[in-house]
Nanobody
């Protein structure tokens, strides 16, 4: 079984910063990519940023220049540094991992439970 667990959400004022963390655990053979998605109230889940096992990153236009995704391969972890936060960044942020599991080498898409980020004065 493979799982990912997020941490680091909270309340922050506009213009402030937060750092989200996500760690994958379980029977993992390899991790192909990890990323962050978010879902604001009444809206669909959207991509925020992803990073592949080769280090290639992708960002939503709305967060380019403000958010930075990084990873720690040894810790099977991914991070999202969020700067210059805006009220429209308020959402539940979900970690996603595309992994190959160890037992049958199946490819799995694993989601975390989400962590709430609220940007408000």
């Amino acid at each position: 079984q493979v799982q990912v667990v997020e941490s680091g959400g909270g309340l922050v004022q506009p213009g402030g910063s937060l750092r989200l963390s996500c760690a994958a655990s379980g029977s993992i053979f390899s991790i192909n990519a990890m990323g962050w998605y978010r879902q604001a109230p009444g809206k669909q889940r959207e991509l925020v940023a992803t990073i592949t096992n080769s280090g290639t990153t992708k960002y939503a236009d709305s967060v380019k220049g403000r958010f930075t995704i990084s990873r720690d391969t040894a810790r099977k972890s991914v991070y999202l540094q969020m700067n210059s936060l805006k009220p429209e960044d308020t959402a539940v942020y979900f970690c996603n991992a595309n992994v190959q599991e160890l037992l049958r080498f199946r490819y799995l898409e694993v989601w975390g439970q989400g962590t709430l980020v609220t940007v408000s004065s």
